[in-house]
């Protein structure tokens, strides 16, 4: 367990539908982060928060929308998804010691788009 | 564009010995570099970082920089079958909350 819980594990949804993923780090962090895992391609970063504010917006679609209400806690809104958006999704939680970016992740959400 | 580039492999070492993975990256502004292990269905796990030139040893690891030819390596002493997975490396420039690029990855497999 590395003190970052994601839920839910796995999501099903159709391209109409509305959902949010949860991120919560239970490791004093500041930086909180999401990434996109597809196959064959490297880890994508998506969104990147550093005490609360977005400091990071990869050109990631619209249809992505982040929020993160406090340094613990963060979310990815979902809406109106295309199939090419399943992937596995990560997020992940840094202490930014000394300026060195040490990501701890979560076990993911594993997201199919019908 | 930063890029950081692995050989995806699969790389196949005997029990026993030694296994070496490589990267390469592209921005000569990255400071710092981790490598990460994934098993299969699980989220990568930090390893070892190293963001000054030459070897840092932790246990069975050893991570190697080389920033004047951007290649930063990861060996494996005394693999075991355990080890078989997938090593992702990735860098960053540092300074701030910039995210970490990652390579595709390396699937390593240890054969008994």
């Known amino acids: 367990e590395t003190g970052v819980t994601q839920t839910p594990r796995h999501l099903v949804m159709g391209m109409t539908n509305k959902k949010s993923l949860k991120c919560e780090q239970h490791l004093g962090h500041n930086a909180m982060y999401w990434y996109k895992q597809s196959a064959k391609k490297p880890l994508e970063l998506m969104f990147v928060y550093s005490l609360e504010e977005r400091v990071e917006n990869n050109s990631v679609p619209s249809r992505f929308s982040p929020e993160c209400p406090n340094s613990s806690h963060l979310f990815l809104h979902l809406h109106t998804l295309q199939p090419e958006d399943s992937a596995l999704y990560l997020c992940?939680?840094?202490?930014?010691?000394?300026?060195?970016?040490?990501?701890?992740f979560g076990s993911g959400t594993q997201l199919s788009v019908l | 564009q930063k890029e950081v580039e692995q050989n995806s492999g699969p790389l196949s070492v005997p029990e026993g010995a030694i296994a070496s993975l490589n990267c390469t990256y592209s921005d000569r502004g990255s400071q710092s570099f981790f490598w990460y292990r994934q098993y299969s269905g699980k989220s990568p796990e930090l390893i070892m970082f190293i963001y000054s030139n030459g070897d840092k040893e932790d246990g069975r690891f050893t991570a190697q920089l080389n920033k004047a030819s951007q290649y930063v390596s990861l060996l494996i002493r005394d693999s075991q079958p355990s080890d078989s997975a997938t090593y992702l490396c990735?860098?960053?420039?540092?300074?701030?909350?910039?995210?970490?690029?990652f390579g595709k990855g390396t699937h390593l497999i240890i054969q008994p």
């Open positions: 990735a860098g960053n420039s540092g300074g701030g909350a910039d995210g970490l690029t």
């Open positions: 992940a939680s840094s202490p930014r010691d000394r300026a060195i970016e040490k990501l701890f």
